[in-house]
């Protein structure tokens, strides 16, 4: 049977003027109480054993207890707080030692410390509460918090460390100075809560965490929404990101699994992931993203599949020795590239479409950088669709390039290698190679250009085999300068401009057209420029108009025009 004890300052029968003397009291007997605590402000250190509850008697908030400096409420045994408010200074405001501790329906002001302290082997429950400045700390102990407010903590808002387990659910968590929830070297479950104007990331898991967040919004953030570093694990679902710098980053060996979450408007990037991040990405959407939607580097390697793109600068950037694999993306109404592999990046497409953006793919870097493109469809490009440079190297595999300027592009030292692909309705040429670049293509089909359906410039190699050039205004297929290579088994059908503009250096067998044949002449070679260096003549000190200068004559006229237009 639980003991009743009354806490009055203004006394009464059987009341206790202090709750100290009322926790004394209980102490004696050893038994489970209940202390029952009077309106008012009580300026006390609460040291509470054993099987205990406290509770105001008024409406929440009714009850303070307060002190200028050190602990106001150190619990050890089975203790819950119902209703108080408890406001501390320089220390741990409240702490577990030992067994369990409930703080229901109560605010807990931490000025300048922590607000909850669980420490290792505890067990504490954070329910219907406030907590303003301080952060509750679970260090190696079991923790629920369940429909909480944390308002601007001067630290982590909730912070899980040392082998701890935690669960948030349904809390809001505003104004954090570095993170509203970390979880580091521990698990974490993060549900249903709400994270706005955190110093830097929201959520964060370290050191090995392991961190399942779910159905969250996070807004207006400083840094990453969400960040898995060193190692870390866990998921993502159904989770909203907006206005961050990074929606979500992964980093240093963290390996994430991100499902159906939302990442708009974030300053930078959407999904961010480098040295050395994995992760699994899942029927993702990512809008307005300010740089890159979804970017890989220093490493990184990320899946991802099912992704939705729309607006913002950058689709999904591969770049510095990182590698992915995409599939069934879908990006449109970006304002620069869609698809970019760079310099020493590796990135695997599959099932991609794209609309309404400049440029569709852009692969440039040494001969590591490579991109394998299959199954894809690109639309309404202002550029191109491809456009490959540097010593990099693209496959394309059953795609297809329609309404833009140029289809596909290989130039510099690059290599495009070319299967089963299609180019529509383009007002450049379909198929371009030129520098040194090397474009390989097998059953190619270029259909309605306004210009050019082939073309090889400088001193491109090109290799075409069993392909098709239709209706291109201009030629099928245009070999100029000193490019060489051979075009076999293909057709050039249509009414309008000529079958092949031919060099003489490109190998035309079994081409089948009724369109002419016209051999290109020869550029005559540029005649290089005239410097004739004078070494003796007049120095001028300033901007000379018009002069003309004379050495080795006999004889020579000077004229000078005055402003009024005289000549002398």
């Not at 592009?409 to 007002?427: H, I």
């Not at 000379?544 to 002398?568: C, R």
């Amino acid at each position: 049977m639980v003991a009743r004890y009354l806490v009055s300052p203004q006394g009464g029968r059987r009341a206790y003027p202090d709750i100290t003397s009322a926790l004394a009291a209980a102490a004696r007997r050893g038994r489970a109480a209940l202390i029952e605590i009077a309106p008012g402000r009580y300026e006390e250190a609460l040291t509470v054993q054993g099987e205990v509850q406290l509770a105001a008697l008024g409406d929440p908030g009714s009850v303070v207890v307060s002190r200028a400096h050190g602990a106001v409420l150190d619990a050890s045994g089975s203790v819950r707080v119902h209703g108080l408010v408890l406001v501390g200074r320089e220390a741990d405001v409240v702490g577990c030692r030992a067994g369990s501790l409930t703080v229901e329906h109560a605010e807990i002001r931490a000025h300048s410390g922590v607000g909850v302290h669980a420490r290792a082997n505890t067990s504490v429950t954070l329910r219907d509460s406030v907590i303003v400045h301080g952060r509750a700390l679970f260090s190696g102990a079991v923790g629920l918090v369940e429909r909480c407010r944390f308002v601007d903590a001067i630290d982590n808002a909730v912070a899980v460390i040392k082998g701890a387990h935690v669960s948030v659910h349904h809390s809001w968590i505003g104004g954090s100075a570095i993170h509203g929830v970390r979880v580091s070297g521990a698990r974490a479950q993060v549900t249903g809560c709400e994270l706005t104007g955190t110093g830097k990331a929201a959520v964060m898991a370290d050191a090995q965490a392991d961190l399942t967040v779910a159905g969250c919004s996070i807004t207006a953030v400083h840094a990453e929404g969400i960040a898995f570093i060193e190692q870390s694990k866990g998921s993502v679902d159904g989770t909203r990101v907006t206005d961050a710098q990074h929606g979500v980053a992964v980093v240093s060996g963290a390996d994430p699994v991100v499902r159906d979450c939302v990442f708009t408007e974030c300053r930078d990037t959407g999904i961010n992931v480098h040295a050395s991040g994995r992760g699994r990405f899942e029927d993702c959407e990512v809008r307005d993203a300010g740089n890159i939607a979804v970017f890989a580097t220093k490493g990184g390697a990320p899946e991802v599949h099912g992704c939705r793109i729309a607006r913002g600068n950058v689709g999904v950037a591969v770049t510095d020795g990182a590698r992915g694999r995409f599939s069934r993306v879908e990006i449109e109404d970006l304002t620069s590239v869609a698809l970019r592999v760079h310099d020493g990046a590796k990135g695997v497409f599959e099932h991609v479409r794209v609309e309404r953006c400049p440029s569709h793919v852009e692969a440039r870097g040494d001969g590591g950088t490579t991109a394998s493109i299959a199954d894809a469809v690109f639309r309404d490009f202002d550029m191109s669709a491809v456009e490959v440079i540097g010593q990099s190297r693209v496959t394309l595999k059953g795609v297809s390039a329609e309404r833009g300027t140029l289809g596909f592009g290989v130039g510099e030292e690059a290599q495009l290698f070319v299967y089963d692909c299609a180019v529509t309705a383009v007002s450049s040429c379909g198929a371009l190679a030129l520098g040194k670049g090397r474009l390989t293509a097998r059953n190619l089909t270029v259909t309605g250009s306004e210009a050019f359906g082939l073309c090889g410039t400088d001193s491109a190699r090109l290799d075409v085999v069993n392909s098709e050039f239709a209706d291109c205004a201009t030629a099928g297929a245009s070999f100029q300068d000193t490019c060489g290579g051979r075009m076999v088994d293909c057709s050039v059908r249509g009414t309008r401009g000529v079958a092949v503009q031919d060099n003489g250096r490109v190998d035309l067998v079994s081409l089948r057209t009724s369109l002419p044949v016209v051999k290109q002449l020869a550029k005559p070679a540029e005649r290089p420029a005239m410097i004739v260096n004078h070494y003796e003549g007049p120095v001028f000190n300033a901007e000379v108009h018009g002069a003309q200068l004379a050495w080795n004559n006999n004889s020579v006229i000077q004229e000078q025009t005055s402003e009024d237009g005289s000549s002398t």
